[in-house]
């Protein structure tokens, strides 16, 4: 079972557009959100990453939206670049237990046409 | 500014024999990750280490181990590979606070 749903599992978006990825978690105790970029045979690189007590985190052209009621966030790349292409993981991790494994979700690959 | 580093880059081996991968965290990280990519699949977390001691473990075969050393780089050892074990490994430091993780470039491991 997938704790942290992330959709869509592909996204193609013009130079230039929005690109929106969604995701929702069930366990109300994570409380660390992360997004991570991953091109091909690359490891994960960090990109944003979010606290509950926030509803919104912007960082250039990436934005992290909160929802903590509706158990979900997701990210807007503004102004989408070929560059972009790429795939994109959420995760979550749940702070106060000691754990740090980082849950992730199944991954949005997004592929900015020029 | 340093990076995680993984060593080697790339690995193939036979069924049944050993790997050994290697890690060396970003300086001052006190936490260390492993995790398991296999294709078109997101990060597995496999097991952790914090100033040396295990910290949380996850789906981690039992043919595989893994230690962290006092020079805080860590080892994770793989024996009777099986073709399934054929994956991106990935290695990824912390502080214990904050709590971004910062990956490697990975070790990718062919079975053959």
């Known amino acids: 079972q997938q704790q942290v749903k992330q959709s869509p599992q592909s996204l193609i978006v013009q130079k230039g557009g929005i690109s929106i990825i969604n995701c929702a978690y069930e366990n109300t105790a994570f409380d660390y959100f992360p997004w991570y970029q991953q091109f091909p045979g690359k490891g994960p690189a960090l990109l944003i990453a979010?606290?509950?007590?926030?509803s919104e985190k912007k960082e250039g052209r990436f934005t992290i939206s909160f929802n903590k009621s509706a158990k979900q966030f997701s990210l807007h790349i503004m102004d989408s670049q070929p560059g972009d292409s790429a795939t994109y993981f959420c995760a979550a991790l749940d702070m106060d237990t000691g754990r740090r494994a980082l849950t992730f979700g199944s991954g949005t690959r997004l592929q900015v046409q020029p | 500014a340093a990076g995680v580093i993984q060593s080697p880059r790339h690995l193939i081996k036979e069924k049944r024999e050993t790997a050994t991968l290697k890690c060396y965290p970003i300086?001052?990280?006190?936490?260390v990750y492993w995790y398991q990519q296999g294709p078109g699949q997101d990060p597995q977390f496999l097991i952790s280490f914090y100033e040396k001691m295990q910290s949380d473990k996850g789906s981690i075969p039992d043919r595989f181990s893994a230690q962290q050393f006092s020079d805080y780089h860590s080892e994770l050892n793989m024996s009777s590979l099986e073709l399934g074990d054929s994956a991106l490994y990935f290695c990824a430091s912390s502080l214990l606070r904050p709590y971004e993780q910062y990956f490697g470039p990975g070790t990718r491991l062919t079975v053959t």
């Open positions: 979010i606290r509950p007590d926030v």
């Open positions: 300086p001052r990280h006190d936490t």
